[in-house]
């Protein structure tokens, strides 16, 4: 199952609202998680089953979607979220990630 | 406090072979799946394999397959990767990572280590 992330990267400002679509190549039902990602350390868990916040993750980001589209959502940006961010299937193997969606500062 | 610590980075030749362990600590080991994803240097994450808890499944991606074998020691709580016929398309830094199997869709890989780099050069 391929996964497609848009955008690859994106510039936003404190404060914007981002979101960013991961589309799958078949249906996955809400077999989906995103992981954010900062540079030179290991990857962080913040949604699961498309749409449940992983315990301690800021209720700025949300998650929503089932079968092939998807979305993560930051409602309001913070300096702390400037990342990449990556969503993944776990609904067959082998296991996909999507290609990323970095999030630079404007 | 979770802890998964991978080592036995480095470099090595193509053709060569490494083996990676992840200590892990702070959780009931033997409850969990556990995985191996890598990364590349400046690209994406790949996960590599799975080993379920007693060692009674396991998967790979295809491109490792014949050439990697993920194990575990629940004793030691620790996984292990042993990675044969080295290639430079290898090169990457690898990560642990617990694997939550649900039962529904609810999977994830929650808690990860810091990652061991792996250079596959001449």
């Known amino acids: 199952i391929q996964l497609t992330q848009s955008p690859s990267s994106l510039s936003a400002s404190v404060g914007d609202r981002v979101t960013i679509t991961c589309r799958a190549s078949q249906g996955i039902s809400s077999s989906l998680a995103w992981y954010q990602q900062k540079p030179g350390k290991a990857p962080k868990l913040l949604i699961y089953a498309a749409s449940t916040l992983q315990s301690g993750v800021p209720s700025r980001f949300s998650g929503s979607g089932s079968g092939t589209d998807f979305t993560l959502t930051i409602s309001s940006l913070q300096p702390e979220d400037f990342a990449t961010y990556y969503c993944?299937?776990?609904?067959?193997?082998?296991?996909?990630f999507g290609g990323g969606t970095k999030v630079e500062i404007k | 406090e979770v802890q998964l610590v991978e080592s036995g980075g480095g470099l090595v030749q193509p053709g060569g072979s490494l083996r990676l362990s992840c200590e892990a600590s702070g959780f009931t080991f033997s409850s969990y799946w556990m995985t191996w994803v890598r990364q590349a240097p400046g690209k994406g994450l790949e996960w590599v394999g799975n080993?379920?808890?007693?060692?009674?499944?396991?998967y790979y991606v295809d491109s490792v397959r014949g050439r990697f074998t993920i194990s575990r020691d629940n004793a030691k709580n620790s996984l292990f990767l042993q990675m044969n016929s080295l290639r430079a398309e290898d090169t990457a830094v690898y990560y642990c990572a617990t694997y939550y199997v649900s039962g529904d869709y609810s999977d994830a890989f929650d808690m990860w280590g810091q990652g061991t780099m792996v250079t596959v050069s001449s």
């Open positions: 993944q299937q776990l609904k067959s193997y082998p296991l996909t």
């Open positions: 080993i379920k808890q007693y060692g009674s499944e396991i």
